[in-house]
């Protein structure tokens, strides 16, 4: 693979999609509720305006978590199963399929990315003016998770549109996934702890929470924000597996770097083999 023909090919699909109306009504819809949820949503609490960056973070962990799948699935689904006519021209230049796809991918993540990185610059300029720098970092690893799972969904839906060459029918599995890893995983996996005891139960909650990415962004995002009290079960396993907070989220981004690679090889043997 070459890199400057998968730069290439990114590069116009970055134009495609900041020219796309949902590129910016994502925009400016998550720089509206990231910029409200900052402000107001602390309240419940007792706290008022803006607050720091550790308590704007956990205000829109839950947005990030709701929102950010459920967009990277349909920006993606939307990118892979575009205009056929435009695909087809594009495999039909001297380029690789894998080339194709990979620059397509940082295209759109790099338009999505823009798009998020927007509203949490807009949250954060309010939270230094209001109450100086002190958790940036925190706050930056925080939209470094965010973008990881952003890029974690689009990997699924490459996969998804690869695999189901229909837009109709990849748009529906998408939704599936959402469904799945955003509202039902953590029923299933608490349902399952109920038919096993003490030990066992720990180890698979520890084991089931590395099959679910929103989980994993969720209880790393936890540790960096030493939200310990608020963990929930398969967080606290990790950290009694592990013994640790760093340890506990090297090994969650290392899991979340599994999610990205294997969908997107998987896509890449699918799009080997089909006529296009």
């Given amino acids: 693979m070459e890199l400057k023909i998968i730069l290439d090919i990114a590069k116009q699909e970055l134009i495609i999609n900041i020219r796309n109306k949902w590129t910016l009504i994502f925009a400016v819809v998550f720089g509206a509720l990231v910029l409200s949820i900052s402000y107001f949503g602390m309240r419940a609490e007792g706290f008022s305006g803006m607050q720091s960056f550790t308590r704007t973070s ?77 958790g940036l970092v925190r706050y930056s690893m925080f939209v470094a998770l965010a973008l990881l799972l952003a890029l974690v969904f689009l990997c699924l839906a490459a996969l998804v549109a690869t695999a189901n060459q229909r837009k109709a029918k990849a748009f529906g599995v998408s939704l599936f996934l959402w469904f799945f890893f955003v509202l039902f995983y953590d029923l299933l996996a608490i349902g399952a702890t109920l038919w096993l005891r003490g030990g066992a139960a720990n180890t698979f909650l520890f084991l089931s929470l590395f099959g679910n990415p929103v989980d994993m962004v969720r209880v790393a995002a936890l540790i960096i924000l030493d939200g310990v009290t608020i963990f929930g079960a398969a967080g606290a396993a990790l950290l009694r597996f592990l013994g640790g907070k760093m340890a506990s989220v090297a090994l969650l ?24």
Avoid: C, H
Avoid at 66 to 89: H, N, Q, R, W
Avoid at 107 to 113: D, E, Q, T
Avoid at 262 to 268: A, D, K, N, V
């Fill in 58 to 134: 956990a205000s829109i962990l839950n947005l990030v978590l709701y929102l950010v799948p459920l967009v990277a699935l349909i920006m993606g689904t939307l990118s892979f199963t575009g205009d056929k006519g435009a695909t087809e021209l594009l495999y039909s230049q001297p380029v690789l399929r894998s080339e194709v796809q990979l620059g397509k991918l940082l295209g759109v993540f790099g338009s999505m990315a823009l798009s998020t990185l927007i509203g949490f610059a807009l949250a954060g300029t309010l939270v230094v003016a209001a109450n100086g720098v002190g």
């Fill in 253 to 276: 981004v290392l899991g979340l770097s599994v999610w990205i690679i294997f969908p997107l090889w998987f896509s890449q043997r699918l799009l080997r083999r089909q006529d296009i």
